[in-house]
């Protein structure tokens, strides 16, 4: 089974900052990678597909790069919105993964 | 619009069994997979298995093979996640979600979750 590994688990940063995570596979996976925001009590709500492409909605503060094992989501300028957790998500032969998320805080 | 409806929250008792559903609408309901996520209370997402209803076609997370059944009504655009003998530890939210992308590579659509409490 392809792992996901998340880092960091827990980010603590200011409105403003831009913030960086990063998501590592066990092996490659292509650009077979999707990125979620979940809020407490909320369903998960997808971000960014096949890598890099930005779902319709989704503010462009958002940004994801990366292909093979490493990605990363980037947000340009954290705003108070954007206090969630995020988990990367990856597909492999009709196996579908994700990390394990990470959690911005507010510092 | 697009959506998926779950079914209500479920509290029930060790060994009992159980069904939810997840009910597509604004979309062609056999046209895209629907998978089933676990989150367990205070813990991370876990994809648990996946099935194309225009011909019921499942695949399951080895973690969940033969711990639950998915399956289909196309009839009434409706998915079904079922357990035949819940545990304290199938205690958790469980969303359905909409696959998408060349490969359904990705999950763009959400239920806004089943509660499940299994407890005696």
């Known amino acids: 089974d392809i792992q996901m590994t998340q880092s960091p688990s827990t980010l603590s940063a200011s409105v403003g900052d831009r913030v960086t995570i990063t998501c590592r596979a066990s092996?490659?996976?292509?650009?077979?990678l999707a990125w979620y925001q979940q809020k407490p009590g909320k369903a998960p709500k997808l971000l960014i597909y096949k890598a890099s492409s930005l779902e319709s909605g989704v503010p462009s503060r958002f940004s994801g790069s990366g292909s093979g094992t490493e990605f990363t989501l980037t947000i340009s300028s954290l705003q108070p919105d954007d206090f969630a957790t995020y988990y990367c998500?990856?597909?492999?032969?009709?196996?579908?993964?994700f990390g394990q998320g990470t959690k911005v805080e507010i510092k | 619009e697009v959506q998926l409806v779950q079914s209500g929250a479920e509290v029930k008792k060790p060994g009992e069994s159980l069904k939810i559903s997840c009910k597509g609408s604004g979309y062609s309901f056999t046209s895209y997979w629907i998978g089933w996520v676990r989150q367990m209370p205070g813990k991370g997402l876990e994809w648990m298995g996946i099935i194309y209803p225009g011909d019921s076609d499942t695949r399951y997370s080895p973690s969940f093979q033969g711990q639950v059944t998915i399956s289909a009504d196309k009839s009434i655009s409706t998915a079904y996640l079922q357990w035949s003998s819940l545990k304290a530890s199938d205690t958790a939210m469980y969303y359905c979600?909409?696959?998408?992308?060349?490969?359904?590579?990705?999950?763009?659509?959400w239920g806004k979750g089943t509660t499940v409490t299994v407890s005696s």
């Open positions: 998500q990856q597909y492999n032969s009709y196996t579908w993964t």
């Open positions: 979600a909409r696959h998408n992308g060349d490969y359904s590579d990705y999950m763009d659509v």
């Open positions: 092996q490659s996976i292509s650009s077979w």
